[in-house]
């Protein structure tokens, strides 16, 4: 039984995971203290692989994996921290004009670009995307179908009739955001599995907000996302007064995962483990359920609701500022050179000019 559903847990994890992503977002503002009035972020998957902002001019890997891509192009950061500069100024231009379309003056603005593609590696599908945006609404998107741009703002109508007539600028789009974008990010793909080829196993903790709440057994850090986490009492799997969680992905490539159990009576404690098992790795992290290893709110030596509350309010913040910042965009392959040509003679980057 454990085995079937495993395996359906398995097949259904399998199938959703077999689309990958590139994508890139830049994001330029005005009037925001304490933030960078330029900012590029370049993701695979839910992963951050780069970035570069106007305070460091400098554009750098977010993975140790993404360090090895100097293998096979001994610029590629040199090139990303060039084009960081260069689209900052542009970007400076852009929000701008935009304020002028606007007819704003005063206050913060941002204005962003998010693009990159899809790939499903079973189907082979691939989606491209390409859109801007000005302080958290849509201004203007490309559309790969008709290959031409849509102005969401009647403000963007002046770049989109300008983009539609230049024949460059399409054929650009689409031959990078379905060609160009997917080889890099296929590319990305095999550094990154190259560096998680290797199973790891988790750091198990079990937490618990107060006495009478469910006691949490978190398990963090493990690879690949094929694994279990269950409850056991005296040796058998238990379901009832359970409750599992996804498995989540972490920032650096692992996964993270919980389940929660009900509360056990205090002398029923000791019959109880928290159970995690990992894909092609025979032995389990078995952690018994003793009051002492438990970490609570109430435990003041107990570092980690201090340090989820932290990571809460990090995520709060990024969410925060994701609303404003709901765009991003396109890096390695947006160096292309083709592209460039067109900027300088069309100034693409620059839908408000
Ligand atoms: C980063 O580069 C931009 C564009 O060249 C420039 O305007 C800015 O002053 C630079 N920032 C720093 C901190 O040097
Ligand atoms: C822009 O704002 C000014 C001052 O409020 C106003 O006089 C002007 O009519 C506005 N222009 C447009 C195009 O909305």
């Not at 989606?127 to 031409?148: H, P």
């Not at 409850?231 to 498995?247: F, N, P």
Request: contains cysteine; charged residues 25%; glycine residues 4%.
């Amino acid at each position: 039984m454990i085995t079937l559903l495993l395996l359906i847990f398995v097949g259904i994890h399998r199938a959703v995971a077999v689309t990958h992503s590139l994508k890139y977002f830049y994001t330029s503002s005005s009037g925001i203290h304490n933030f960078p009035e330029y900012l590029s972020v370049g993701y695979v998957d839910d992963v951050q692989i780069s970035h570069c902002d106007s305070v460091t001019n400098t554009s750098v890997a977010k993975q140790e994996w993404m360090k090895k891509v100097t293998d096979e192009y001994p610029d590629y950061w040199r090139d990303e921290t060039k084009t960081c500069i260069k689209k900052q100024q542009a970007f400076k231009e852009s929000i701008r004009v935009t304020k002028d379309r606007f007819n704003q003056t005063k206050g913060f603005h941002v204005f962003q670009r998010m693009y990159g593609c899809e790939w499903n590696d079973e189907t082979k599908k691939v989606k491209g995307l390409e859109q801007f945006g000005y302080n958290g609404e849509d201004f203007l998107a490309f559309d790969l179908k008709t290959e031409s741009w849509i102005a969401v703002k009647h403000q963007a109508f002046v770049t989109k009739q300008k983009w539609d007539h230049s024949k460059h600028i399409a054929e650009y789009e689409k031959s990078y955001l379905t060609t160009e974008c997917v080889k890099w990010l296929k590319m990305y793909l095999r550094y990154q599995e190259k560096s998680l080829m290797k199973t790891v196993l988790p750091s198990v903790y079990l937490l618990q907000k107060s006495s009478s709440s469910a006691v949490s057994c978190h398990a963090t850090g493990f690879y690949p996302d094929r694994a279990e986490l269950l409850w056991r009492r005296d040796g058998e799997e238990i379901h009832e007064g359970v409750e599992k969680g996804q498995i989540l992905p972490n920032n650096d490539g692992t996964f993270q995962m919980s389940v929660d159990l009900q509360p056990p009576s205090g002398e029923d404690m000791q019959r109880y483990e928290c159970v995690f098992q990992l894909s092609g790795v025979k032995e389990d992290v078995v952690t018994k359920l003793e009051k002492a290893k438990i970490r609570t709110n109430e435990d003041s030596s107990s570092q980690i609701w201090i340090i989820i509350g932290v990571i809460v309010a990090v995520i709060s913040a990024v969410l925060a500022v994701a609303a404003f910042f709901l765009y991003r965009k396109k890096n390695g392959p947006c160096k292309d050179k083709d592209y460039t040509a067109v900027q300088q003679k069309t100034k693409p980057e620059n839908p408000s000019a």
